[in-house]
């Protein structure tokens, strides 16, 4: 862990161009995520919260669900 910890330190030493190559180099490594990625995870988080009684709704939820079934008609 200590090398990561120095890989992190080093990186904050550069320019802001050159930190923007970085952030590039990176991005592209790792691949992009998916929003559908990004939903399910999302959906797993709320899920869970429901489940252990903390929400019972997501403000926006309906919205969001018409707004994307708007979208897919399109």
């Known amino acids: 862990m200590a090398k990561l910890e ?3 330190d ?3 030493a550069p320019s802001h161009g050159e930190k923007r190559k970085l952030r590039e180099a990176l991005d592209r490594e ?3 995520v998916s929003q559908a990625d990004s939903d399910s995870k999302e ?3 709320v899920n869970r919260l429901r489940r252990k009684g903390l929400i019972t709704e997501v403000p926006g939820e309906a919205e969001a ?3 994307g079934e708007q979208l897919a008609k399109e």
Do not use: K, M, N
């Open 6 to 8: 120095q890989i992190i």
């Open 10 to 12: 080093e990186a904050r």
């Open 30 to 32: 790792l691949g992009p």
């Open 43 to 45: 959906g797993t988080f």
């Open 65 to 67: 669900s018409s707004v």
